[in-house]
Protein backbone atom coordinates (compact mmCIF):
# COMPACT_ATOMS: atom_id res chain seq x y z
CA UNK A 1 0.00 0.00 0.00
CA UNK A 2 1.99 3.14 -1.04
CA UNK A 3 2.27 5.86 1.59
CA UNK A 4 0.07 8.29 2.36
CA UNK A 5 0.31 11.70 4.27
CA UNK A 6 -0.06 11.79 7.80
CA UNK A 7 -3.12 13.27 9.12
CA UNK A 8 -1.21 15.23 12.00
CA UNK A 9 1.36 16.96 10.26
CA UNK A 10 2.14 15.26 6.43
CA UNK A 11 5.63 17.56 6.88
CA UNK A 12 6.80 15.53 9.49
CA UNK A 13 5.59 12.04 9.30
CA UNK A 14 4.07 9.83 6.71
CA UNK A 15 0.50 7.20 7.36
CA UNK A 16 0.37 3.37 6.74
CA UNK A 17 -2.21 0.76 7.26
CA UNK A 18 -1.28 -3.17 7.40
CA UNK A 19 -3.31 -5.90 8.35
CA UNK A 20 -5.81 -3.24 9.83
CA UNK A 21 -3.35 -1.59 11.66
CA UNK A 22 -3.13 2.40 11.28
CA UNK A 23 0.89 3.32 11.76
CA UNK A 24 2.25 6.64 11.23
CA UNK A 25 6.18 7.14 10.89
CA UNK A 26 7.80 10.66 11.34
CA UNK A 27 10.20 11.34 8.59
CA UNK A 28 13.64 10.48 9.65
CA UNK A 29 12.58 7.71 12.12
CA UNK A 30 12.73 5.03 9.36
CA UNK A 31 15.38 4.19 6.50
CA UNK A 32 14.20 4.35 3.11
CA UNK A 33 14.51 0.18 3.50
CA UNK A 34 12.00 0.36 6.08
CA UNK A 35 9.57 3.28 3.92
CA UNK A 36 9.78 0.65 1.27
CA UNK A 37 8.57 -2.61 3.44
CA UNK A 38 5.72 -0.39 5.27
CA UNK A 39 4.79 0.75 1.56
CA UNK A 40 4.02 -3.11 0.18
CA UNK A 41 2.72 -4.30 3.50
CA UNK A 42 6.02 -6.15 4.25
CA UNK A 43 7.44 -4.83 7.13
CA UNK A 44 7.72 -7.57 10.25
CA UNK A 45 5.87 -9.86 8.34
CA UNK A 46 7.41 -12.56 9.85
CA UNK A 47 6.92 -11.52 13.27
CA UNK A 48 3.00 -10.65 12.31
CA UNK A 49 2.20 -14.21 11.39
CA UNK A 50 4.13 -15.55 14.60
CA UNK A 51 1.77 -12.90 17.00
CA UNK A 52 -1.23 -14.19 14.71
CA UNK A 53 -0.06 -17.92 15.45
CA UNK A 54 0.37 -17.31 19.15
CA UNK A 55 -1.75 -14.91 20.90
CA UNK A 56 -4.84 -16.63 22.12
CA UNK A 57 -7.54 -14.45 23.78
CA UNK A 58 -6.94 -14.50 27.53
CA UNK A 59 -3.44 -14.46 26.84
CA UNK A 60 -0.82 -12.63 28.48
CA UNK A 61 1.92 -11.44 25.95
CA UNK A 62 5.51 -10.15 26.69
CA UNK A 63 6.87 -8.41 23.92
CA UNK A 64 10.66 -7.39 23.55
CA UNK A 65 11.77 -4.78 21.24
CA UNK A 66 8.32 -3.11 20.18
CA UNK A 67 9.70 -1.40 17.27
CA UNK A 68 7.14 0.68 16.12
CA UNK A 69 4.14 -0.74 18.08
CA UNK A 70 2.92 -2.75 15.50
CA UNK A 71 3.07 -6.27 16.46
CA UNK A 72 2.39 -4.84 20.06
CA UNK A 73 -0.97 -3.69 18.14
CA UNK A 74 -1.87 -7.29 16.94
CA UNK A 75 -1.06 -8.95 20.12
CA UNK A 76 -3.00 -6.29 21.76
CA UNK A 77 -5.80 -6.87 19.11
CA UNK A 78 -5.68 -10.79 19.48
CA UNK A 79 -5.86 -10.95 23.46
CA UNK A 80 -6.39 -7.54 25.32
CA UNK A 81 -4.36 -4.48 25.78
CA UNK A 82 -3.89 -5.23 29.54
CA UNK A 83 -2.45 -8.68 28.98
CA UNK A 84 0.77 -6.89 26.58
CA UNK A 85 3.60 -5.97 28.31
CA UNK A 86 6.22 -4.17 25.93
CA UNK A 87 9.80 -3.03 26.34
CA UNK A 88 11.81 -0.66 23.85
CA UNK A 89 15.05 0.53 24.64
CA UNK A 90 15.15 3.30 22.04
CA UNK A 91 13.76 6.42 23.37
CA UNK A 92 13.19 7.97 20.90
CA UNK A 93 10.76 5.58 19.94
CA UNK A 94 8.48 5.21 22.67
CA UNK A 95 6.24 8.26 21.47
CA UNK A 96 6.27 6.85 18.28
CA UNK A 97 4.96 3.67 19.94
CA UNK A 98 2.54 4.89 21.95
CA UNK A 99 0.98 7.28 19.66
CA UNK A 100 0.36 4.34 17.31
CA UNK A 101 -1.14 1.92 20.37
CA UNK A 102 -3.41 5.52 20.86
CA UNK A 103 -4.85 5.38 17.20
CA UNK A 104 -5.21 1.59 17.53
CA UNK A 105 -7.59 1.99 20.41
CA UNK A 106 -4.64 -0.30 22.47
CA UNK A 107 -3.76 2.65 25.03
CA UNK A 108 -3.97 -0.20 27.66
CA UNK A 109 -0.73 -1.80 27.10
CA UNK A 110 2.14 -1.23 29.28
CA UNK A 111 4.99 0.20 27.80
CA UNK A 112 8.43 -0.03 29.41
CA UNK A 113 11.51 2.26 28.66
CA UNK A 114 14.93 0.03 28.66
CA UNK A 115 16.91 -2.91 27.67
CA UNK A 116 16.42 -6.78 28.40
CA UNK A 117 19.27 -8.34 29.65
CA UNK A 118 20.22 -11.62 31.20
CA UNK A 119 21.26 -10.11 34.44
CA UNK A 120 20.03 -6.41 35.59
CA UNK A 121 20.67 -5.38 38.97
CA UNK A 122 18.07 -2.39 40.65
CA UNK A 123 18.84 0.79 38.95
CA UNK A 124 21.65 -0.14 36.78
CA UNK A 125 22.00 1.43 32.85
CA UNK A 126 23.97 0.29 30.05
CA UNK A 127 24.98 2.37 27.19
CA UNK A 128 22.76 1.46 24.02
CA UNK A 129 24.06 1.35 20.44
CA UNK A 130 21.62 3.63 18.20
CA UNK A 131 21.11 2.26 14.59
CA UNK A 132 20.10 4.42 11.54
CA UNK A 133 16.59 3.73 10.92
CA UNK A 134 16.24 2.06 14.52
CA UNK A 135 16.82 -1.58 13.63
CA UNK A 136 19.82 -2.88 14.40
CA UNK A 137 19.99 -1.01 17.37
CA UNK A 138 21.54 -3.03 20.33
CA UNK A 139 23.62 -3.93 23.81
CA UNK A 140 27.45 -4.01 23.37
CA UNK A 141 27.77 -2.22 19.81
CA UNK A 142 30.77 0.17 19.56
CA UNK A 143 30.92 3.61 17.69
CA UNK A 144 27.66 5.64 16.31
CA UNK A 145 25.53 7.60 18.41
CA UNK A 146 25.24 6.01 22.47
CA UNK A 147 22.63 6.26 24.62
CA UNK A 148 22.71 5.52 28.34
CA UNK A 149 19.29 3.05 29.01
CA UNK A 150 18.65 1.33 32.06
CA UNK A 151 18.62 -2.57 32.18
CA UNK A 152 15.82 -4.34 32.69
CA UNK A 153 16.90 -8.29 33.99
CA UNK A 154 15.19 -10.88 31.86
CA UNK A 155 13.74 -13.42 34.52
CA UNK A 156 12.52 -10.72 37.14
CA UNK A 157 10.80 -9.86 34.08
CA UNK A 158 8.86 -13.06 33.05
CA UNK A 159 8.10 -13.75 37.40
CA UNK A 160 6.88 -10.27 37.54
CA UNK A 161 4.23 -10.81 34.41
CA UNK A 162 4.10 -14.27 33.88
CA UNK A 163 3.30 -14.62 30.36
CA UNK A 164 1.87 -17.53 27.85
CA UNK A 165 3.82 -15.60 25.21
CA UNK A 166 7.00 -14.19 24.56
CA UNK A 167 7.90 -12.50 21.52
CA UNK A 168 11.54 -10.72 20.95
CA UNK A 169 13.43 -9.21 18.33
CA UNK A 170 16.18 -7.99 20.80
CA UNK A 171 19.90 -7.50 18.35
CA UNK A 172 21.64 -10.37 20.02
CA UNK A 173 21.05 -10.65 23.67
CA UNK A 174 18.35 -13.45 23.46
CA UNK A 175 21.70 -15.24 24.22
CA UNK A 176 21.58 -14.04 27.88
CA UNK A 177 18.28 -14.81 28.48
CA UNK A 178 18.41 -19.40 28.68
CA UNK A 179 21.03 -19.87 31.75
CA UNK A 180 18.04 -21.25 33.82
CA UNK A 181 14.05 -22.14 32.60
CA UNK A 182 11.39 -19.48 32.50
CA UNK A 183 9.20 -19.12 35.84
CA UNK A 184 5.49 -18.68 33.74
CA UNK A 185 3.32 -20.46 31.79
CA UNK A 186 4.54 -20.04 28.85
CA UNK A 187 2.76 -21.21 26.09
CA UNK A 188 4.32 -19.76 22.34
CA UNK A 189 7.88 -18.48 22.10
CA UNK A 190 8.85 -16.60 18.58
CA UNK A 191 12.43 -14.88 18.44
CA UNK A 192 14.68 -13.84 15.83
CA UNK A 193 18.31 -14.86 15.77
CA UNK A 194 21.11 -13.32 15.58
CA UNK A 195 23.98 -15.62 14.40
CA UNK A 196 26.02 -12.66 14.22
CA UNK A 197 26.15 -12.27 17.49
CA UNK A 198 26.79 -15.54 18.66
CA UNK A 199 27.87 -19.21 17.62
CA UNK A 200 25.51 -22.39 17.26
CA UNK A 201 26.11 -23.60 21.00
CA UNK A 202 24.19 -20.53 22.39
CA UNK A 203 21.54 -21.80 19.30
CA UNK A 204 21.48 -24.79 20.56
CA UNK A 205 21.33 -23.71 24.36
CA UNK A 206 18.22 -22.29 23.27
CA UNK A 207 16.83 -24.78 21.76
CA UNK A 208 17.62 -27.08 24.92
CA UNK A 209 16.23 -24.66 27.37
CA UNK A 210 13.08 -24.19 25.61
CA UNK A 211 13.30 -28.44 25.39
CA UNK A 212 13.79 -28.43 29.50
CA UNK A 213 10.35 -26.33 29.74
CA UNK A 214 8.47 -28.49 27.61
CA UNK A 215 7.98 -26.57 24.57
CA UNK A 216 9.13 -28.23 21.06
CA UNK A 217 9.63 -26.64 17.98
CA UNK A 218 6.99 -24.91 15.76
CA UNK A 219 7.36 -24.95 12.12
CA UNK A 220 4.08 -23.09 11.68
CA UNK A 221 5.35 -19.73 13.18
CA UNK A 222 9.36 -20.38 12.20
CA UNK A 223 10.63 -18.79 9.12
CA UNK A 224 14.39 -17.34 8.19
CA UNK A 225 16.04 -16.23 11.37
CA UNK A 226 12.13 -16.11 13.12
CA UNK A 227 12.83 -19.58 15.48
CA UNK A 228 9.23 -20.73 16.64
CA UNK A 229 8.25 -22.74 19.75
CA UNK A 230 4.99 -23.99 21.48
CA UNK A 231 4.03 -25.68 24.27
CA UNK A 232 3.82 -29.73 23.87
CA UNK A 233 0.21 -29.95 25.79
CA UNK A 234 0.29 -32.56 28.95
CA UNK A 235 4.09 -31.76 29.81
CA UNK A 236 5.15 -30.43 33.22
CA UNK A 237 5.31 -26.58 33.68
CA UNK A 238 7.75 -24.12 34.86
CA UNK A 239 5.60 -22.70 36.84
Known amino acids: MAPKPSSEDPLTAIAFRINGVDLHVPKGVATPEIIEKLSTGTYEADEARAADRCVKSGFRVLELGAGL ?3 TTLAAQRTASENVLSVEANPALLPVIEANLARNGCEGVTLLHGAVSGVAEEGETASFHISNG ?5 LGAQ ?14 LIRAHRPHVVLMDVEGAEAGFFDRLW ?7 AMELHPKQYGPSVIKKIVDTMS ?27 E
Do not use: N
Not at 134 to 138: E, H, K, P, V, Y
Not at 184 to 189: G, H, M, Q, V, W
Not at 227 to 236: E, I, M, P, T
Open 183 to 189: KCPLRFC
Open 212 to 238: AMGMTYDPVVSSRKILGFRKVWGSDEA
Open 143 to 156: GGRQVEVPLIGFHK
Open 69 to 71: GYV
Open 134 to 138: FTGSR
